[in-house]
């Protein structure tokens, strides 16, 4: 119902559904009832999660309730028809409770690991390239035969089933995240750490951690994502060893998701502390790598400078660092990310036609994640809402793309 609107005129949707006036909302977020008037007519740029989790709070709604998450996945040639609901069935099927409820056919054959580890990096490889349909489509057969392996190999190759189990219900819980599905994406990455540590592999227990961490982020869960960021790097500091680029990766991208979360929580020391040691971790590993599906390296730490700046309102550090960082070598999925940041940081600094033009780029990277994205979504309705006549046409256009506007 609420899908086209703005962050600040669903924030007055919520509000007039509760009974509340401006007065009584902003008094709750320690803000004016001025302040509030103008982010729900669109006169103020409501961006910063910080912000917008303490309204969400004060509404007693979801967090994706007021950035408009989840938007409906398109059917596509690379989709079918079969995504997130099918994806959801696969995750609350009772069978996967226990064995005892789901015993195999007796003349059944578990997969075959090399033809597993083939379908899970098919579904990580296309989350990457942001092809979000697709990898929602194949992630439910993908984590029915993962767990049919890993319930009849045994010995070396029942640990690697469940290495391959793990590492396929983190390629779930990473697309549901991306698509705002964020209670699918905590019930994923919560079977998917469970797996991971009947392995006794540090490496996939850590990407585990991280998963658990973005589901965290997902929900507005700030503290205790910064509280696992701590524990799971406690977890992991024994291990690490410079020849180990799996566990330098995951143990970096670890402290990336605690950054992000310590900057929406406005916690600006803790912020800095684990960009650091994710910046340290980038060192040792030597440059951009992709293991484990991480694109660590130096690059995303810089990504993640910018992301962080742009949730605690440091614009300027954001322009410093972003128009001009080269992300060539990273996966779509980064890039485009990064892209939106610099687009809204362009927005923030009255660069309207720079933040159009790199919302375009990003949509011709990744149209897809482009239009699941909250922050493009909410920059181009409110430059719809906001053109005193009609909207630009490049901007006219996209919006119809992205279905803002009919």
Do not use: C
Request: proline share 4%.
């Amino acid at each position: 119902m609420t899908e086209n609107l703005t962050i600040g005129e669903r924030v007055a949707w919520y509000r007039r559904r509760r009974g509340m006036s401006q007065e009584a909302l902003a008094g709750l977020i320690g803000r004016t009832s001025d302040w509030l008037g103008k982010a729900e007519n669109n006169r103020i740029e409501l961006d910063r999660l910080s912000v917008i989790r303490r309204l969400a709070d004060a509404l007693d709604v979801s967090l994706g309730d007021l950035i408009g998450e989840p938007t409906l996945l398109d059917w596509t040639a690379d989709s079918g028809v079969s995504t997130v609901p099918a994806l959801r069935a696969a995750l609350m099927d009772y069978r996967q409770l226990t064995p005892l409820l789901s015993a195999p056919a007796p003349d059944s054959e578990p997969p075959a690991l090399d033809e597993l580890e083939r379908e899970l990096r098919a579904v990580f490889d296309a989350y990457q390239a942001s092809r979000f349909g697709f990898a929602a489509g194949r992630a439910p057969l993908l984590l029915a035969d993962a767990l049919l392996a890993a319930r009849q190999y045994d010995g070396d190759q029942r640990i690697r089933a469940h290495e391959l189990l793990a590492l396929s219900y983190q390629a779930a819980a990473s697309v549901l995240t991306k698509l705002g599905e964020s209670d699918l994406a905590w019930i994923a990455a919560e079977r998917g750490l469970t797996a991971a540590q009947a392995t006794g592999n540090h490496a996939i227990t850590g990407s585990l951690f991280r998963s658990v961490a973005f589901a965290l982020l997902s929900t507005g869960r700030h503290e205790p994502a910064m509280q696992l960021t701590e524990a799971g790097a406690a977890y992991l500091q024994p291990h690490l060893t410079d020849d180990d680029g799996n566990l330098q990766s995951v143990y970096g991208t670890l402290f990336l998701a605690g950054s992000m979360a310590a900057a929406r929580a406005e916690n600006r020391a803790a912020t800095r502390s684990y960009l650091q040691e994710a910046e340290e971790a980038a060192n040792r590993l030597g440059g951009d790598r992709n293991h484990l599906w991480t694109a660590f390296g130096p690059t995303n730490v810089t990504i993640h400078r910018v992301n962080t700046a742009m949730e605690l309102g440091d614009v300027q550090i954001a322009m410093d660092l972003g128009p001009d960082l080269d992300t060539g070598a990273l996966p779509t999925e980064r890039r485009v990310r990064h892209l939106l940041d610099v687009a809204r940081a362009y927005n923030l600094t009255n660069r309207r036609d720079a933040a159009a033009a790199t919302v375009l780029d990003a949509e011709r990277l990744a149209p897809e994640q482009v239009r699941h994205h909250y922050l493009a979504r909410q920059l181009v309705l409110t430059w719809v809402r906001n053109s005193p006549g009609r909207p630009p046409i490049e901007v006219d256009r996209l919006a119809r793309r992205m279905r803002i506007v009919g």
